[in-house]
């Protein structure tokens, strides 16, 4: 069974950072791409940033660029979203996303994804 459970959300000051991790089961990294989207309240999902199932591409949205940071440990099967710098703005639930086959040539999109986790709370507030 396929599965992807993210943890490391939770409440942190603007300017803070959070790290996400994305631990996936049932597959391998090397055959599926891997993405991270979010949600704030009232507003629509919007992906947030991807690496490829080689780990060579990553794309970011603009509004993340030079703040957020998306990894992969294939060895640990886990996808990581370093986010530094967070403003009010980044909060909202974060999920993971995986697309079979996933190159990341550009920024995520929801309907290519196949599977999902569950998500997880960021909030930033002081």
């Known amino acids: 069974q396929l599965q992807l459970v993210e943890s490391g959300g939770g409440l942190v000051e603007p300017e803070g950072s959070l790290r996400l991790s994305c631990a996936v089961s049932?597959?391998?990294?090397?055959?599926?791409?891997i993405a991270w989207f979010r949600q704030a309240p009232g507003k629509e999902r919007e992906g947030v940033a991807c690496i490829s199932r080689s780990g060579f591409n990553t794309n970011y949205a603009d509004s993340v660029k030079g703040r957020f940071t998306i990894s992969s440990d294939n060895a640990k099967n886990t996808v990581y979203l370093q986010m530094n710098s967070l403003k009010s703005e980044d909060t909202g639930v974060y999920y993971c996303?995986?697309?079979?086959?996933?190159?990341?040539?550009?920024?995520?999109?929801?309907?290519?994804?196949?599977?999902w986790g569950k998500g997880i709370l960021v909030t930033v507030s002081s």
């Open positions: 996303a995986a697309e079979y086959q996933g190159n990341c040539f550009h920024n995520p999109n929801y309907y290519n994804m196949d599977y």
């Open positions: 049932g597959f391998t990294l090397d055959s599926y791409g």
